[in-house]
């Protein structure tokens, strides 16, 4: 069964320091997508970040960047010099080629940066 | 500006009334999903749709209905809402297979009473 797993509840940061929120996924499919979404406490979806599973670079987008690591089945988010407005809910989700485009999503993380 | 609208953004309402909830998009995507959001599950899908009239059952189907009748537009039906439906409710749509990104609507928080 097509799993994600983000095992940090909360995290805090303090500002300006990088921070890494943990995602594994569980497929058997070859071709799949890892997606990266920030949820503010007003409640939009804000689409981060994607990585292909045959992307041979891990995927950045300004401070934000996926360290994919395929055969540990890792796609870990990394947010550089946070911000206080990087305070939110992330969810991590998974695409399978099969999924009729169905995101399969992680429980969230939720991070707090601290001034 | 490409955009998922959706419609009521907060509802409140009693168990077994019938209500609508709808989602637009102005992309002309071919696919459309509605997923319900509840704490420490993320986001779940409950329907999704291939194109004009053809929809099919997600995870948590249980209690909903669909119809995508045009392109634009994929509304959920809740014909006997019970206070286990209480949620946060996503539309979302894209283009095709080929695409690496999915735009979701603002979200309807729904509550059953």
């Known amino acids: 069964a097509q799993k994600i797993t983000q095992t940090q509840p909360g995290m805090f940061v303090q500002e300006k320091e990088a921070v890494t929120l943990d995602c594994t996924y569980d497929t058997s499919d070859q071709s799949y997508g890892l997606f990266w979404y920030k949820q503010p406490s007003s409640g939009e979806m804000i689409f981060l970040i994607y990585q292909g599973s045959y992307d041979e670079q891990n995927a950045t987008e300004g401070r934000y960047s996926l360290n994919f690591q395929k055969a540990r089945k890792s796609a870990n988010l990394v947010i550089s010099a946070s911000q206080l407005g990087d305070s939110a809910m992330y969810f991590c989700?998974?695409?399978?080629?099969?999924?009729?485009?169905?995101?399969?999503f992680g429980a969230g993380t939720r991070l707090a940066v601290h001034p | 500006e490409a955009q998922v609208t959706q419609n009521p953004r907060y509802l409140i309402t009693v168990t077994g009334k019938k209500l609508t909830v709808t989602c637009s998009q102005n992309m002309n995507h071919e696919y459309m999903s509605w997923y319900r959001q509840d704490p420490g599950l993320g986001l779940r899908q409950i329907y999704y749709s291939m194109n004009v009239e053809v929809t099919d059952k997600g995870d948590v189907p249980e209690g909903y209905k669909v119809s995508r009748k045009e392109k634009r537009n994929f509304p959920l039906i809740l014909e006997s809402p019970s206070p286990n439906q209480t949620s946060l409710y996503f539309c979302?749509?894209?283009?095709?297979?080929?695409?690496?990104?999915?735009?979701f609507g603002p979200g309807t928080r729904l509550t059953v009473l």
């Open positions: 989700a998974m695409r399978s080629s099969g999924g009729y485009n169905k995101l399969i």
């Open positions: 979302a749509s894209l283009p095709g297979l080929a695409t690496d990104t999915q735009y």
